[in-house]
Structure formats: C-alpha cells, structure tokens
C-alpha cells in the first residue's frame, strides 16, 4: 500500500515537471519573439555552450530560433534554422494535454508509444544524420576564421 502511494506521487510528480518543461519550450521563444521586432536573432551570439566553445552547432542549435520564426508565422525560416522546431511546438502541446488529461483521469494514456525503445532509436538515427548534413553544409558556408567567430575564443 505504501510503496504504490510512493509510486503514485512519484508519477504525479513527474507529470507536474513534464507540464512545466514542455510549457517552458513553448513560452521562452514566445517572448524571444516579442522582443525580435528588429530580426536580433538572426545576428545575435548562440546560447548553446557547445557552439560557444566549438563554434560548431550541436544538434539542437537552433531549435528556438525556429520556434521564434514559427510563432512569427515564417515556416520556412522556422525549418532554415532546425527542420523538427514545428514538431517540437507539436509534441510539448500534445504532451500538456496527455499530462494533463493523465493527471485529472487518473490514467496513462500513450506509455507504449513513449516508451517504445524502437521509436526512440529511429528518431536518435534521423536527429544524427540530419546533424551531420548540417555539419557538412556548415563547414561547407563558413570559413575557419567565420566557425572561430561564432566561438567565445575570438
């Protein structure tokens, strides 16, 4: 009885994060939008640490961007800077609903599908190889000298 209340209050828990996590991705870019009135992100230095340090993007350099362009109503800017920030807007809102119907219902609904390690594997696979095309046409558009500007160390 004990550890099944433990269970419970853990999963409640988790879903309570789950909701802030995916509301924070949808509300952060919102107002980043707000204050873009003047297109700064578009020159503007990345926040990601990897890219600071390498100069290089990781693979989610530009996610928020993309939501930014998205919420602007520019699609085809929004998948210029990351090809899944639509998709991104599309899971976080599905995931608040599910959560929160979870929560209210007292059921789980979709635990096959997100926890399904196939799904998982192929999604890694796609995020990878659309990473190294990036990579690619990265070094391919910038100079060494334009990848040492867009580090912290020049």
Not at 42 to 66: A, N, R
């Amino acid at each position: 009885m004990i550890s099944t209340d433990f269970t419970n209050n853990k999963r409640t828990t988790r879903k309570i994060y789950g909701i802030i996590g995916a509301l924070i991705t949808l509300i952060v870019p919102f107002f980043l939008m707000l204050d873009n009135h003047d297109h700064h992100l578009e020159t503007d230095q990345s926040l990601c640490p990897f890219k600071m340090v390498t100069g290089f993007p990781c693979p989610g350099c530009g996610i928020t961007k993309s939501l930014v362009y998205f919420y602007e109503g520019d699609l085809y800017k929004s998948l210029s800077y990351h090809i899944l920030g639509p998709f991104v807007i599309l899971f976080c809102a599905t995931t608040i609903v599910v959560l929160i119907t979870e929560l209210i219902t007292k059921k789980e609904y979709f635990t096959k599908l997100m926890f399904n390690r196939k799904l998982a594997y192929k999604l890694a696979y796609f995020l990878a190889f659309y990473h190294v095309v990036r990579l690619v046409l990265f070094v391919k558009n910038n100079s060494f000298d334009d990848i040492l500007h867009q580090s912290i160390w020049f």
